[in-house]
Nanobody, 125 residues
């Protein structure tokens, strides 16, 4: 079965960095768009970033543009989210997701077929 396993979350001070990883198994990783979403307490899940099959196209939410970088290594079936200059507003559970689409990137969580269990990121001020 398909599994997406996130890692790399933790507690950091504002201004610091974290790198999240998401290891995928049970799917043809190189044919899936991969995305990162996050959900803060009391809020809806929101789009953070997405990356195309090849890694050549990337999409970011305005709130993280210039601070976060998404990347993927198809040989390792892994997608990453490098998060720099973290802010308390970035505190959330971060989820990776896989989208089997033929073209384009989606910001909608409803377009994604598979989800990981999430990893907590807490940024203190």
């Amino acid at each position: 079965q398909v599994q997406l396993v996130e890692s790399g979350g933790g507690l950091v001070q504002a201004g610091n960095s974290l790198r999240l990883s998401c290891a995928a198994s049970g799917l043809a990783f190189g044919t899936y768009v991969m995305g990162w979403f996050r959900q803060a307490p009391g809020k809806e899940r929101e789009f953070v970033s997405a990356i195309s099959w090849s890694g050549g196209t990337k999409l970011y939410a305005d709130s993280v543009k210039g601070r976060f970088t998404i990347s993927r290594d198809n040989a390792k079936n892994t997608v990453y989210l490098q998060m720099n200059n973290l802010k308390p507003a970035d505190t959330a559970v971060y989820y990776c997701a896989a989208d089997r689409r033929d073209y384009g990137l989606s910001r909608s969580q409803y377009e994604y077929n598979y989800w990981g269990q999430g990893t907590q990121v807490t940024v203190s001020s």
